[in-house]
């Protein structure tokens, strides 16, 4: 069964502090990307990343970095929580065609 | 770029009944279009998508229509059970734009036994 894991289900963090979100794939896609979704605002694309070392903006990338040092796992980074920051996470991998198998999600909340 | 709208927000529908949620989207060059069911704690799942040569496309309860003129898709769930409860996602991509989607806000849908 194919998958995408997000290493937290739930995270509390402190406001000022560095973040970091872990998403592995075992389907050896080419393509990931992170997501974050808030009530009414549906997902909206923060980073995305389609190949090993590459990373582009999404439509929300202020606040946010991202690593991609394997193809396997995509790592998204807040470098200084802030409260609005509060929100799921979700990770998606996708071959070349745009079929997204997503994680779980990851619940931050930044006090 | 593209933006999707989708409506309703919430539908609330009696067991056995059908249920239809709306989207448009904005840019004519986007030709995939998925529906994705999000169940409580879980992220996402893609349920069923259709392609811009394509009017309609039907699994089981479940069907999609495209008015590529109209720029708008809805989503059709007949014969509503319990388990049937989620919220869903309209999303669009085109190739011009790397296949990244671009998602409606999202429909709660509650069918009430």
């Known amino acids: 069964d194919v998958k995408v894991t997000q290493s937290s289900r739930y995270l509390v963090k402190r406001t000022g502090e560095k973040v970091f979100l872990e998403c592995v794939q075992d389907?050896?896609?080419?393509?990931m990307f992170w997501y974050r979704q808030d009530p009414g605002l549906g997902l909206r694309l923060i980073y995305f990343?389609?190949?090993?070392?590459?990373?582009e903006k999404g439509d929300i990338p202020e606040g946010y970095s991202v690593s991609r040092e394997k193809k396997e796992r995509f790592s998204l980074i807040l470098e200084s929580a802030s409260t609005n920051q509060t929100s799921m996470y979700l990770c998606?991998?996708?071959?070349?065609?745009?079929?997204?198998?997503f994680g779980s999600g990851t619940r931050l909340t930044v006090v | 770029g593209e933006n999707v709208e989708q409506h309703p927000s919430t539908l609330s529908v009696q067991e056995g009944d059908s249920a239809v949620i709306k989207c448009t989207y904005s840019?004519?060059?986007?030709?995939?279009f998925p529906w994705y069911k999000q169940e409580l704690g879980k992220g996402p799942q893609l349920i069923i998508d259709?392609?811009?040569?394509?009017g309609e496309k039907k699994d089981q309860r479940i069907a999609v229509t495209l008015n590529k003129t109209a720029k708008h898709f809805s989503l059709h769930i007949t014969e509503t059970q319990p388990e049937d409860s989620a919220v869903y996602f309209c999303?669009?991509?085109?190739?011009?734009?790397?296949?990244?989607?671009?998602f409606g806000a999202g429909t709660i849908l509650r069918v009430k036994s």
């Open positions: 998606a991998s996708t071959p070349e065609v745009p079929v997204y198998t």
């Open positions: 389907m050896d896609h080419e393509n």
């Open positions: 990343s389609y190949d090993v070392k590459m990373k």
């Open positions: 840019d004519s060059a986007s030709n995939y």
């Open positions: 259709i392609r811009s040569n394509v």
């Open positions: 999303a669009a991509s085109s190739e011009e734009y790397g296949n990244k989607l671009v």
